[in-house]
């Protein structure tokens, strides 16, 4: 993920609102959503096992905003967060860690290759924010679902999300209002002989000023019936899917179903969910 740059001029009032923006706060009030996220992961882990997770492995954390809410749901919930980059790491040891007091010792950080992290065993292992897509090739993502198998403990998941549809493969912009900035979700390239995808994220604002390519993704969108062949070979009993529920404007209403059929869509987004 990368940064360009910040436009708009300062006024006399001072620096803008771009200027005074800090992008990782930005991400987390528009890009994720870790309270809906947990309930989910305790749902499917319940089920599977008749008791609550108490391990919670994070990988490509970020801001490691989900491990902070695990750790604070509960006094024997444990986390790990693991991610390549150091700045984000230190952001997060800042704003998400050091802010839960005697908690902190339940959060861990690791600065770490996610296949080949040496951490205690979790009950559920999430990759977020199809972060995963960073592995192009298909002998290095199913050499990281290996990884996460030997990292699960017995009746653990491995818990990921992946978007998809006839919209998800063209060059196209997407905007969102929030409450302070406008959100931009930016697919500038899609090559459909390698499934590879460039996208970014912008930021305006009110005062006209802008965050220009706050963050960069370079992936290969995975189907999830590649996932599906992956994860199986990767040792994983099945991989389950649940597939996001549309309102009658087509847009999603956070509710997820678990699906064996479905027909295309413009956009779709699931989790999906592999068994140990």
């Not at 040496?118 to 999430?126: E, G, I, L, N």
């Not at 999300?161 to 060059?171: P, R, S």
Request: glycine share 8%; hydrophobic share 35%; net charge negative.
């Amino acid at each position: 993920m990368g940064q360009k740059g910040r436009t708009g001029k300062k006024g006399k009032k001072g620096p803008s609102q771009a200027e005074r923006a800090d992008r990782h706060v930005l991400y987390e009030q528009s890009v994720q959503a870790p309270e809906a996220d947990i309930e989910f992961f305790i749902e499917r882990y319940r089920e599977r096992n008749r008791r609550m997770p108490r391990v919670v492995r994070e990988d490509f954390c970020g801001t490691a905003r989900l491990c902070r809410l695990w750790v604070e749901g509960g006094p024997r919930r444990e986390a790990w967060g693991v991610d390549l980059d150091p700045d984000v790491l230190a952001w997060a040891e800042a704003h998400n860690r050091a802010p839960l007091g005697k908690a902190a010792g339940r959060m861990h950080l690791v600065q770490a290759d996610v296949r080949v992290v040496d951490v205690p065993p979790a009950d559920v292992v999430c990759a977020m924010n199809f972060s995963y897509c960073v592995f192009k090739e298909r002998s290095v993502l199913k050499a990281y679902f290996e990884r996460v198998r030997q990292g699960l403990n017995p009746g653990g998941l491995l818990v990921m999300e992946i978007y998809g549809g006839t919209e998800a493969i063209i060059a196209c912009e997407e905007t969102r209002e929030e409450e302070e900035f406008t959100y931009h979700w930016d697919q500038a390239a899609y090559n459909p002989l390698t499934a590879e995808t460039l996208c970014h994220i912008h930021y305006s604002f009110p005062d006209g000023s802008r965050i220009d390519e706050a963050f960069t993704y370079d992936w290969r969108l995975w189907s999830v019936s590649e996932l599906r062949d992956l994860l199986l070979e990767a040792g994983f009993e099945r991989m389950r899917v649940f597939w996001e529920q549309t309102d009658e404007d087509g847009d999603g209403t956070g509710e997820f179903l678990e699906t064996t059929e479905e027909e295309n869509q413009e956009t779709y987004l699931v989790y999906l969910v592999a068994e140990a």
